[in-house]
């Protein structure tokens, strides 16, 4: 089926949030659903339309596996338990590492988290809650760019012709599949969200995957996690659509206390986008970068090289992986 997508600029907020809940009503039927939620505007969004729709009957879940941000399970599931939605982390961390230990092209990697995030992890949860259905935060920006092979996104199952329910055991629901980034903003205000949930940069499905180059291990996420703190707390008043630190494969070599330091490369891009089809870097005043590279190479163990990404997308695109 062809999906087609709705504009900001077209957007009826109240008329799409009110034929939305009816639309996941009616799939879920009098049973259960699962909801998938990371903390992103897009799952925060899905999660609200849920709820909105199904009460009690929506069983949210955050999959801790290992490559999410600093805190990120627990901080989102207080704003949630805030917004009266209840929400059960799962540690699935074993079970992410181990399916990704030894990759490092970045599609099996994608591959290896679409078949763990939805075989291994949600086919026990679906099936153990008897639920039928699980909804995700799909947007039209991720078909989009799977569908034209710039890269597979995690999420994107049924447009590549998978059965979902004969793969996995389940229906997948996917609400905001007719909107990009602007307008899924918009209407998780309509929804009464935080700001620092509808306003808050994007972050990929495959998590921090998407920013370590090779394989993906836990002291290498640590990495990247540590810098990513700092861009975030950097550039949090740049006004940019999205900004992020990406962990090198190869260690080149640095210089301590006058002797050689061979260590890790911390690239970081920072982006001025309106839809995440095109984007151009954010040129920000040279102090920033020095102070960026300054507060990385001190705090995050190991780095001794700090650059910025100033190529556009295309022919780059926003995450590296």
């Known amino acids: 089926m062809e999906i087609v997508e709705i504009p900001e600029d077209r957007l009826d907020v109240a008329a799409f949030i009110e034929e939305k809940t009816g639309q996941v009503a009616r799939r879920a039927g009098d ?10 505007v897009d799952s925060a969004v899905v ?77 026990k949860l679906v099936k153990d809650s008897g639920a039928t259905c ?34 996995f055991g389940y229906e997948v629901i996917e609400p905001i599949i007719q909107l990009r980034k602007p307008a899924v903003r918009v ?68 210089v301590r206390d006058g002797k050689r330091d061979y260590g890790y490369q911390i690239e970081v891009r920072c982006w001025d986008s309106t839809d995440a089809v095109t984007g151009s870097p954010t040129e920000l005043p040279f102090e920033v970068l020095q102070k960026l590279a300054a507060r990385i190479t001190t705090e995050v163990p190991g780095v001794v090289s700090v650059t910025y990404s100033v190529t556009r997308k295309p022919p780059s695109t926003i995450e590296a992986v």
């Open 134 to 167: 699980l909804l995700q935060g799909t947007n039209y920006t991720d078909v989009e760019e799977t569908v034209a092979g710039v890269k597979r996104q995690h999420n994107i199952l049924a447009q590549l012709g998978i059965d979902t329910q004969k793969a």
């Open 187 to 254: 209407v998780a205000k309509a929804l009464g969200l935080p700001k620092e949930i509808y306003a808050r940069p994007p972050f990929p499905g495959p998590a921090l995957c998407a920013r370590v180059i090779g394989e993906v291990t836990p002291p290498r996420v640590g990495l990247v996690r540590a810098a990513t703190k700092i861009v975030e707390e950097e550039l949090a008043n740049s006004g940019a659509f999205q900004y992020l630190a990406i962990l090198h494969e190869d260690k080149v070599t640095g």
């Open 47 to 123: 999660t609200m339309l849920g709820h909105k729709a199904l009460g009690r009957r929506l069983k949210t879940y955050f999959i801790e596996n290992g490559l999410m941000r600093e805190g990120e399970p627990q901080g989102v599931g207080r704003i949630f338990a805030d917004l009266g939605v209840p929400v059960e982390i799962v540690d699935a961390k074993r079970q992410f590492f181990a399916a990704l230990k030894g990759l490092t092209d970045p599609e099996q990697k994608r591959q290896a988290i679409t078949q763990t995030f939805y075989k291994d992890v949600f086919g």
């Open 31 to 40: 049973g259960l659903a699962v909801n998938a939620l990371s903390g992103g």
